[in-house]
């Protein structure tokens, strides 16, 4: 079985393409968690170094150690970015790809920076160096939760969509009922502004701009309130009961090096197709 990536982006055959593949694009070796781990604490630092740069007094007090920090960083990326590139077979697809887009806005930046000055008709180009922040989204390629999140979220739609309806509905005949009890003297001008007032109540939030005044609109938003704290669990039973129910059944993505077929189980040690032996499998933690 090949994954919807190697289809994509088709992965090598043989050679230390394809070693380079199993690690960059891999997460279930040791080698392939490894890399995964490392290059999400590198890129966690590389967004915690531009955060406080931002910083005018930290920036000022320690320029030359930040900017040491983010050309260290940008060299890193360049090479893991070029390392993608070559060890796969389609490279022009990652490139264009949406983590491949992502890669390089987290490497222009501060090539630009070099290249471009400071000039007024690029208003400020520091207003580009905060793309870097985008390399945050790139932990979404290396983490597998995130892509067991949105399958579950993408087969829990329509349970999702039918909830949302149902608070639509029942946020629509709450902020109606206000209007007719409060009315335009106590703030509720309108249909529209007691909606809102119904949207914020029931999330919890209660910005307080709109209160209710009579004891029969307190009462109604007491209501609201209590309501609101069963209503906000019931996305995340949904979603959480689809994940648990998705777990058990979800392959792997470890490979046989000898024939490439994928999706073998946790414990197999050999190949299901051709009986080679298989590279370790090791499982994410609890």
Partial sequence: ???????TLGKPLQGWRLRLYTIIFEADTRAGRLFDQ?????ILISVAVVVVSSVQGVDTRYHSGLTALEWLFTVAFTIEYLARLACVRHPMRYALSFYGVIDLLA?????????VPEV??????????????FRVFKLTAYVSEYQSLGRALAASRRKI???????LMIVLVMGTLMYVVEGPGN???????SVYWAITTMTTVGFGDITPKTDLGRLISSAMMLLGWGTLAVPTGIVTAEMTARRAAEPTTRTCHECLTEG?????????HCGAHLPSYLRAPP
């Fill in 161 to 167: 969509l039918v909830f949302l309806s149902a608070v």
């Fill in 187 to 193: 703030g509720f001008t309108s249909i529209p502004t």
């Fill in 264 to 272: 073998h189980l946790p414990e197999a040690r050999y190949c299901l």
């Fill in 120 to 133: 007024h008709a690029l208003i400020d180009v520091r207003i580009l160096r905060l793309l870097r922040v």
């Fill in 1 to 7: 079985m090949r994954t919807s990536v190697d289809l």
């Fill in 38 to 42: 490392w290059l999400i604490a590198v």
């Fill in 107 to 115: 490497l222009l930046p501060t090539y630009v920076a070099l290249l």
